[in-house]
């Protein structure tokens, strides 16, 4: 039987309503279990916050305002119905609940809405695609909030403007497909990293154990980028006896596949970008006869050194006039992982194994160089050439590590010279005074709570130059949510890196902590807002801080 979107959203209810991450585990369990091929996989998407896999290229492509205009429409009213009612309760999904509440006394209620029919309106609005299309989407949102009981309409509009709320997370949900079919959270882990999508693998687990034990990494289908973890040589050392390092080159991370000469690129929030880098494309495409995945860095370079990371970011958000844009910045790709060969799935073998895989099969063009080692002067001095080569730092590997996607831990350690970064997600604006006055002066950054909810940090108002804030101002601006006074809340979507002084306990701030001194450095748009720090690595940093 078909689950209908109103269950889905009594599900939802239960688990905002529940603390406990074992009690949530049970509830979400015990709705995996009756779901039939089709449902499951849209239920898991949706109950984190996701309308497609992880891996797709699909997006909603709608902004909050056509919402709201949708909303105002069912509910009787302009959008600034719909804004004034969530500006006073903070809460979009609550207030769109309130207002469909009227329209429902006007009985305008109509048809009741499946999972599937939610999976195929959600569709539609991607293959639509752009702007020119608004008017149809206008009406498929429209549709979608007219059928939609109050209660669903609080969902759905969270659902539409990318946030849930509800705390489920990767490993909640791991363990609960675990529960629901009877296998390992471990195995599940296992083909969640090649398949790199939980809904898929739900319906893989309730095969059993050994079919998730056979899933492999497809072309085609970015896997999450692995990550790493500050750290000393010394301590790794005294772990490891011998480690890899590399360089730490400050450009952008990249995905490469390739398959029958078929070559594409993605970036590390796994968004294709083959046709803004063809020259880098051309270059990995002729460095290897191969079909393979290689993970790397791309860094843009002049004169034999590399070029700030803006450069490259540049050539990565460029559209048009990309020829012209080739000429002006080089890009040079540095490859430094190999996760698949010609239907060989390699993330399992250690790094130490993987390297060599990565050598045999890609000229050294474009493989970044590589220093093991167990001593550690002759790393100290790799680090030293690193900076006066004009790079970032090194990075240091335990080359007996699999390459674990998505995971930020201890086999990947990164050593830059020491100020202290972070990267937050801009939460909130205020507009700026005097000739600012049209564009945002200040910005709310705020952390990753541990249900995935983001709770404020710090205010950064310095750092800035003209041109930044005009791209923090273009880059918001599509995101409002709503607006108090001089405040704008945003959808949280934009991350930035500011350097800080100290990170001291905060009555102030929810969360505890705030920033000493903080300061604007980048926008990180290679960044998605859930790679961003988390409150517990606020508080290391802090009793680390203190303990310095
Ligand atoms: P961070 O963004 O500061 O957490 O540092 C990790 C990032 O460094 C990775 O996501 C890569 O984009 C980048 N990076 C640069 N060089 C390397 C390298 N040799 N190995 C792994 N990552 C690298």
Request: hydrophobic share 40%.
């Amino acid at each position: 039987m078909q689950m209908d979107f109103l269950e889905f959203s009594h599900i939802c209810e239960a688990l905002e309503g529940t603390a406990g991450r074992l009690d949530m585990t049970g509830i979400v369990r015990d709705a995996l279990s009756p779901l039939d091929e089709a449902d499951l996989p849209l239920f898991i998407h949706y109950l984190m916050g996701r309308p497609f896999p992880d891996w797709s290229q699909e997006k909603i492509g709608v902004g909050p305002n056509s919402v709201y205009d949708a909303v105002a429409y069912v509910a009787g009213g302009d959008r600034q119905v719909v804004v004034s009612a969530i500006n006073r309760s903070g809460d979009p999904g609550k207030s769109v609940e309130i207002l469909l509440g009227k329209k429902e006394q006007m009985s305008f209620f109509s048809e009741s809405l499946t999972l599937n029919d939610i999976g195929r309106d959600f569709t539609l609005l991607a293959v639509i695609g752009g702007n020119k299309s608004q008017r149809e989407k206008d009406r498929i949102l429209r549709r979608l909030f007219a059928n939609a009981s109050p209660l669903e309409g609080r969902y759905l509009a969270r659902l539409l403007l990318g946030e849930l709320r509800i705390g489920i997370g990767e490993g909640t949900m791991r363990d609960a497909i675990a529960g629901a079919f009877a296998v390992s959270p471990a195995a599940v882990e296992h083909a969640y990293q090649a398949a790199n999508d939980l809904g898929e693998v739900a319906l893989i687990a309730r095969k059993g154990e050994d079919a998730l034990n056979e899933v492999h990494i497809e072309p085609f289908r970015p896997l999450k980028m692995m990550l790493a973890k500050q750290g000393t040589v010394t301590d790794m050392l005294s772990e490891t006896g011998v480690l890899a390092a590399e360089y730490k080159y400050d450009g952008t991370r990249f995905q490469f596949h390739k398959v029958d000469g078929i070559c594409r690129m993605y970036s590390r929030r796994l968004e294709e970008v083959t046709h803004a880098i063809p020259d880098v494309v051309a270059m990995l495409d002729a460095a290897t006869s191969h079909d393979v995945i290689l993970d790397g860095e791309v860094i843009a370079v002049r004169d034999g050194r590399p070029l700030p990371f803006q450069y490259v970011l540049r050539r990565f958000r460029r559209k048009h006039d990309i020829a012209s844009h080739i000429k002006e910045i080089a890009l040079a790709p540095n490859i430094f992982d190999i996760l698949w060969i010609d239907g060989e799935t390699l993330i399992d073998l250690p790094f130490a194994e993987r390297r060599e895989r990565l050598v045999a099969a890609v000229s050294d063009t474009c493989v970044a160089p590589q220093l093991m080692s167990g001593d550690e002067e002759e790393i100290d001095a790799l680090y030293r050439n690193a900076l006066n080569d004009g790079h970032e730092g090194i990075m240091i590997k335990d080359p007996r590590s699999p390459y674990t996607p998505g995971v930020r831990g201890k086999l990947w350690v990164k050593i830059k010279p020491a100020v202290d970064t972070i990267d937050l997600v801009v939460t909130a604006a205020e507009w700026g005074e005097g000739k600012r006055a049209h564009i945002f002066g200040s910005f709310l950054l705020s952390c990753l709570g541990e249900d995935g909810s983001y709770i404020p940090l710090s205010k950064v108002a310095t750092g800035f130059s003209d041109e930044a804030l005009q791209e923090m101002y273009v880059a918001l601006s599509d995101l409002v949510l709503s607006e108090e006074g001089k405040m704008v809340h945003v959808e949280p979507q934009i991350v930035v890196e500011v350097g800080y002084a100290e990170v001291q306990k905060s009555p102030s701030y929810a969360g505890g902590f705030a920033l000493r001194f903080p300061r604007f450095i980048r926008l990180r748009d290679d960044k998605s807002p859930e790679e961003i720090e988390s409150l517990r690595m606020i508080e290391e940093r802090f009793l680390a801080q203190s303990s310095r």
